[in-house]
C-alpha cells in the first residue's frame, strides 16, 4: 500500500513513515499553511488528516459513493477549516474538516476537474480537468461562478499552484512548457521551456520568486520569476 515519508531536510534523511493508505495508490497530499497537519488523498473511500508532528492520524474524512472514485487532488482553505477535493468523476467536493463527510458539491460545472489550485486568500479555485481544451478555469467561490478562462497549453495540463506574490499561478503541461499567468490578465506572462522531457509537478517559492519544476527524466529546474 501506499505511504508518506517526511523527511528531515537539514540532513536528507527520512524521520517519519505515515501508513494508512493500505493497498491504494496516493494521489495527493498537503501541507497546512500553519505547517502543523498534512492532508491525503488518493484511492479508496477516505481522506486522511494527519499530525505532522507526531504522524499519529487525526481524522478520516469518508466521501463514500460522492465522489464515485479516487480522489486526484485537494487543497485547504488558509482558515483549515474547509476541504476541497477533485475525483475521477469531476465532481469537486467542499469538505467541512471537522467533520467527517463531504458537506457540499460545487454545481452546475460544464467541466470535468481533476486537478485544482486555491489562491492564497481563499476567494477562487483554479481547476483543469482530463479533457481536450487544456483550459485553466477561475472560479469565483464567493459569486460560484466561471470567472475566467486561461488557454494557452497544447497538451494536458499536469500540474498548477498559485503564488503568494503579485497575484499568479503557474502551470505544467506535456507540451514541455511552465507557464505563469496573472490573476487580472487571460494571457500568460513567461513561458518557461528548453527541456526535452515533460514537467510533472510544479511549486514556488515565494520568499524568493523562485518556480521549481520536476521533470520526467529526474531534473528539477528553477526559474527567477521576474516579471
Not at 477549516?81 to 469531476?90: D, E, F, K, L
Request: aromatic residues 8%; hydrophobic residues 35%.
Amino acid at each position: 500500500g501506499a505511504c508518506i515519508l517526511l523527511w528531515d531536510i537539514k540532513h536528507s534523511r527520512t524521520h517519519r513513515l505515515l501508513n494508512g493508505h493500505n493497498k491504494t495508490t496516493l494521489w495527493c497530499l498537503r501541507y497546512s499553511e500553519e505547517g502543523d497537519r498534512i492532508i491525503s488523498g488518493g484511492g479508496g473511500t477516505r481522506i486522511r488528516i494527519w499530525s505532522a508532528k507526531s504522524g499519529a492520524l487525526v481524522r478520516e474524512l469518508h466521501h463514500g459513493d460522492q465522489l464515485n472514485g479516487d480522489v486526484r487532488s485537494l487543497v485547504l482553505s488558509p482558515d483549515a477549516r474547509r476541504i476541497y477535493t477533485a475525483g475521477v468523476n469531476g465532481a469537486i467536493l467542499i469538505w467541512d474538516a471537522q467533520l467527517d463527510r463531504g458537506q457540499n458539491k460545487l454545481g452546475h460545472l460544464e467541466f470535468n476537474p481533476s486537478l485544482i489550485a486555491l489562491s492564497p486568500d481563499g476567494k477562487e479555485l483554479a481547476f483543469c480537468g482530463h479533457d481536450n481544451t487544456h483550459a485553466i478555469i477561475v472560479y469565483d467561490l464567493n459569486n460560484l461562478k466561471v470567472s475566467r478562462e486561461f488557454v494557452g497549453h497544447e497538451r494536458r495540463i499536469v500540474d498548477l499552484t498559485y503564488a503568494a506574490h503579485n497575484n499568479r499561478f503557474v502551470s505544467a503541461s506535456e507540451d514541455g512548457t511552465v507557464r505563469t499567468w496573472s490573476t487580472d490578465s487571460e494571457v500568460a506572462l513567461r513561458v518557461f521551456s528548453g527541456y526535452n522531457s515533460e514537467p510533472r509537478s510544479v511549486a514556488v517559492n515565494n520568499q524568493q520568486y523562485v518556480i521549481a519544476a520536476g521533470y520526467y527524466d529526474g531534473i528539477i529546474a528553477l526559474w527567477r520569476d521576474t516579471q
